[in-house]
T-cell receptor, first 115, second 114 residues
Framework: KAGVTQTPRYLIKTRGQQVTLSCSPI?????VSWYQQTPGQGLQFLFE???????NKGNFPGRFSGRQFSNSRSEMNVSTLELGDSALYLC??????????????FGPGTRLLVL | AQTVTQSQPEMSVQEAETVTLSCTYD???????LFWYKQPPSRQMILVIR??????QNATENRFSVNFQKAAKSFSLKISDSQLGDTAMYFC???????????FGKGTHLIIQP
């Protein structure tokens, strides 16, 4: 079974621009979570989507948003980019069972550099 | 809010040795799940092992095993017969019973020397 895929793998943007990252979960997985990884803050939870609905959101400004499509693919968008948004953005998928008990499997990440 | 602490920023051992990575966490929940993930230089996050809090038996996966001490809120990872390919960042992660995301520790950089 194919793993989680993320596109693009690398991205360079300038301050003030916006960016959209894409994530395709493992076949059959209905839940997609997004994480930001930076050297200073480590790994931080952004949000989780299940059946096209955002189930939970981490402590990030409204510039960070996402959505999920009917085929469970997810996109996250960052508007008005800031230098501090430079990070590795990781997507993880899981079955989406009730109770949050299932394991999350991660994609290779998208490395975003904001200049 | 949950917190996860990994007190060893970096560890280095010789190939074939056994190494233990420490992790402590703080939570008021009774039903939760704990994970160890490995992140090699490729940055791909790979699941190493998972432990359900309601299970008393420690999880094992081949050369990897955990020592789960629920009362002490401790969750250490033991790697036996370490191999060069085990060189990576290791993250301890907590997940509560709801829809919250994973809470990660800061990570331990493990270096296996030949």
């Amino acid at each position: 079974k194919a793993g989680v895929t993320q596109t693009p793998r690398y991205l360079i943007k300038t301050r003030g621009q916006q960016v959209t990252l894409s994530c395709s979960p493992i076949s059959g997985h209905r839940s997609v979570s997004w994480y930001q990884q930076t050297p200073g803050q480590g790994l931080q939870f952004l949000f989780e989507y299940f059946s096209e609905t955002q189930r939970n959101k981490g402590n990030f400004p409204g510039r960070f948003s996402g959505r999920q499509f009917s085929n469970s693919r997810s996109e996250m968008n960052v508007s008005t980019l800031e230098l501090g948004d430079s990070a590795l953005y990781l997507c993880a998928s899981s079955l989406g069972l009730a109770g949050g008990s299932e394991t999350q499997y991660f994609g290779p990440g998208t490395r975003l550099l904001v200049l | 809010a949950q917190t996860v602490t990994q007190s060893q920023p970096e560890m280095s051992v010789q190939e074939a040795e056994t190494v233990t990575l420490s992790c402590t966490y703080d939570t008021s929940e009774s039903n939760y799940y704990l994970f160890w993930y490995k992140q090699p230089p490729s940055r791909q996050m790979i699941l190493v092992i998972r432990q359900e809090a309601y299970k008393q038996q420690n999880a094992t996966e081949n050369r990897f095993s955990v020592n789960f001490q629920k009362a002490a809120k401790s969750f250490s990872l033991k790697i036996s017969d370490s191999q060069l390919g085990d060189t990576a960042m290791y993250f301890c992660a907590f997940k509560g019973g709801g829809a919250d995301g994973l809470t990660f520790g800061k990570g331990t950089h493990l270096i296996i020397q030949p």
